[in-house]
């Protein structure tokens, strides 16, 4: 019954699409007057410009659509946008892939991330962009190489949030509250307006709490939720066209149980008829990850404190040429504590927990001259410092001091770059962008710094063949900077004596090819794009989660996987890092559809194989033959202290093929404006090396109905997520295993079920 009706939503899309020529010139004037709609206006290149002129690929989500979808964490993003995908596998390890390029940002991983993510034009940490939604305007999805004109060289892609700002005409703003039956309740809202002549504000206040996946701990009572609170504030400066300028603070409050659930038997003791040393508080018991259990007998919170501001002003030199700056400063903690105890037998789990407290303080500031004027020929000069300090301090508990491991470092950051457009023809535009990049890492603790100075660049051309038909072909290169010995291994250096290179690596960088398509047909009703990307990686940053180590490698022969290396001592696993070869080509389209005034489609379909290139990378390799394995009792190689094996895998449980689609149809019911929005997300089967899972492929369909006063000032919306409830599995942890004996169970996540809500919104 599911599957049809999936196949019924697809094929419904799909229907339209294709009858779209065939009523294209009986609805084009009722459409035409909505072709504004289709004129989406894009700052991915640092200049504001038609979505359709870029040459590259870039997705939009519009302040509509994320009310229209309800869109209430930037999360769930990855239902919106194919091809982006957002995962939270532990409090403080959170990551955003595009084109299957995939890195977690937690602990000591200083270099630049895969997908760099700003807010008003300024970088911001990727824990600050798994936020809830508030007052935003716009958000761009840039995929492929970013960096010659952006704040930070970023391979794979970047992902730009803008916020509201206050008009300087007229008062207007919103209030919203939201009740869901995972015990979602949320409040938002903004107002703002003239002050004065050429000065304008606009606040804007958040209070959202959610059960997330609702996994309930049987051990020590308690369940998954987040609670946030965040205050926003913005003052905007026109002072006679010449002079414009937008400050922006936000302060934002979040607290957290996050618990990763299990599946298997419970281990049972000698004693309790089972033939383990001890016995979990579930013993007897068998579950599921859909059972949404944990066992931990510690409890998992995880605290957010932020404080950003942003600052944006423009001064217009002469009618041709401006000087920009952009500024940010951005101070967050963040502490999490993760029980290890995921079996439930209490104080024989050794490790018991490890607790993180982070301090991350970060200057941005860029300035950068740059043509206005709209000719044939247009410039960017520019310049970027940014200067992040870290500390904190790490207790793995019991084998760090009462203390904890401190930890902090500096990175300072410099740039210099150029970005120079010319039309060559009427039909013909060369871009070209060109930036050298220096990175400078110390760890003050030790006082050793180590630099990395790269040159970056990236050439497009385009040609015209009418108002609506372009294509493109760019090439690139992009570059990460190395960690620089910065990184910590999570404590298990200190007590395995392991070497730090394995919480460390080099830098990284890539080049990449894309030929694209973007057109729109029948008076602008149908847009489609296409883009064919292939992208190598020399030296590919990559984590490997979980390896087995040891603290005294055996010469003779394999090691077991214990912090002295003999069968009875304490296990020793960890997140390993490091550089490999590695390739990622594909293909996107995405398709727009206006064929009748308030029926509006869009559709997202990519296909992307990511994958290492023959790379050495640390491993689980317990039979010593070269091969990743995923069971078996944990040994290390002879003589190493980590394992290593030749791959050519994917680079992490991401899906090769997503597609997400987009259904809106707006009607009036006598005088009340109403609507109907269903979202369909469509992901493939994906395989984990690392623990040799493989994560079934699945469809979720969320939807909403709505209805508006005649002056559509207030607004009454019944939603609903996940509507079919199709649960599946999306992380996996692998076995668990104590003092180097495989209990039976696994941890992992999956998705959230079907939640339902009713939201009321008031415009004013």
């Known amino acids: 019954m599911r599957k049809s009706l999936y196949l019924a939503s697809t094929l419904l899309s799909a229907g339209l699409f294709a009858a779209a020529p065939a009523f294209a010139q009986e609805a084009s004037d009722k459409a035409s007057s909505d072709n504004e709609i289709n004129e989406i206006i894009v700052t991915a290149t640092k200049r504001a410009e038609s979505i359709q002129d870029v040459p590259l690929t870039v997705n939009v989500v519009t302040s509509k659509a994320l009310s229209d979808l309800n869109v209430q964490n930037t999360i769930e993003l990855t239902r919106v946008v194919g091809g982006l995908s957002l995962t939270q596998t532990s409090p403080g390890e959170q990551s955003i892939s595009l084109r299957g390029i995939k890195m977690p940002a937690s602990g000591g991983f200083l270099s630049t991330a895969t997908v760099e993510t700003y807010l008003n034009d300024v970088p911001i940490n990727v824990i600050d962009a798994f936020a809830s939604t508030l007052d935003l305007g716009q958000i761009e999805v840039l995929k492929g190489p970013q960096g010659s004109t952006r704040g930070r060289p970023a391979p794979s892609g970047a992902i730009t949030y803008t916020t509201k700002k206050g008009s300087f005409d007229t008062f207007d703003g919103y209030a919203a509250g939201t009740l869901s039956n995972h015990d979602g309740q949320r409040l938002e809202g903004a107002f703002g307006g003239p002050i004065t002549e050429g000065v304008a504000f606009r606040v804007a206040g958040l209070y959202d709490h959610n059960g997330l996946t609702e996994v309930k701990d049987i051990n020590n009572g308690k369940s998954n939720y987040r609670e946030t609170y965040a205050l926003r504030g913005t003052l905007s400066f026109d002072l006679g066209g010449r002079f414009t300028a937008d400050i922006m603070a936000q302060y ?61 002003a423009k001064y217009q030199i002469s009618d041709d040429v401006a000087l920009v700056y952009v500024g940010g400063y951005n101070d967050t903690k963040y502490f999490t504590d993760l029980s290890f105890d995921f079996t439930g037998i209490g104080a024989a789990q050794v490790p018991i927990s490890i607790d993180t407290l982070t301090n991350r303080r970060t200057i941005t500031n860029e300035l950068r001259l740059q043509s206005t004027g709209g000719g044939p020929y247009d410039f960017i000069f520019g310049g970027f410092y940014g200067n992040t300090k870290l500390d904190g301090v790490l207790n793995f508990v019991p084998f760090t001091p009462p203390a904890g491991v401190p930890n902090a470092s500096s990175t300072n950051e410099y740039g210099l770059f150029t970005s120079q457009n010319l039309a060559i023809t009427d039909h013909d535009k060369v871009r070209a962008g060109l930036r050298f990049s220096s990175t400078k890492i110390t760890n003050d603790l030790t ?88 992208q190598k990686y020399n030296g590919y940053i990559g984590s490997q989660f979980n390896v087995a180590c040891t603290g005294v490698p055996n010469p003779n022969g394999p090691a077991f996987a214990t912090v002295d290396g003999t069968q009875t001592g304490t296990g020793c696993f960890g997140t390993m890092l490091s550089n490999g070869d590695a390739i990622s080509r594909g293909v996107e389209v995405e398709v727009g559809l206006n064929p009748l005034r308030g029926l509006n489609l869009n559709s997202i379909f990519t296909y992307t194989d990511a994958h290492y290139d023959n790379a050495l990378v640390p491993c689980n390799d317990y039979n010593n033959d070269g091969v990743i394995d995923a069971i078996g009792t944990p040994f290390v190689q ?127």
């Open 447 to 534: 006082n050793v710094s180590r630099s990395y100075d790269a040159i970056t660049w990236d050439v497009s051309y385009q040609h015209e063949f009418s108002r609506d038909v372009m294509t493109y072909v760019t090439y690139g290169k992009s570059f990460r900077p190395g960690s620089g010995g910065a990184g910590t291994f999570n404590g298990a250096a200190q007590q395995a004596g392991i070497p730090l290179s394995f919480a460390n690596f080099n830098s990284e960088k890539s080049r990449s090819l894309e030929i694209g398509l973007k057109s729109q047909w029948f008076d602008r009703m149908l847009t489609l794009n296409l883009a064919l990307f292939d």
């Open 252 to 312: 934002t409050h979040e607290n957290g149980d996050f618990y990763r659930q299990v599946s298997g038997p419970a281990p049972c003791s000698v004693a309790d008829g089972g033939t383990m040393p001890w016995s979990s508080v579930a013993c007897g018991q068998t579950f599921t990850l859909k059972d949404k259990i944990a066992l931990n007998s510690g409890t998992n919170p995880n605290r957010y404190r932020g404080t950003l501001i942003t600052a944006n």
């Open 638 to 764: 002879p003589g190493q202290y980590v394992s290593t094996c030749r791959t050519s895998a994917s680079l992490g449980s991401l899906p090769k093929v997503s597609f997400t689609n987009r259904v809106s149809y707006d009607f009036n019911v006598s005088n009340y404006p109403a609507y109907i929005r269903f979202n369909t997300f469509t992901r493939s089967s994906s395989y984990f090396p690392q623990t040799g899972t493989t994560f079934s492929g699945y469809t979720t369909v969320d939807g909403s109905i709505g209805v508006f006063t005649p002056s559509k000032n207030l607004e009454l919306s019944l939603w609903g997520k996940n509507l079919f409830n199709v649960v599946r599995q999306d992380t996996d942890g692998g076995p668990w295993t104590v003092g180097g004996v495989d209990t039976g169970m696994r941890i992992g996540t999956v998705t959230n079920d079907r939640e339902l809500g009713v939201t009321l919104r008031a415009t004013f």
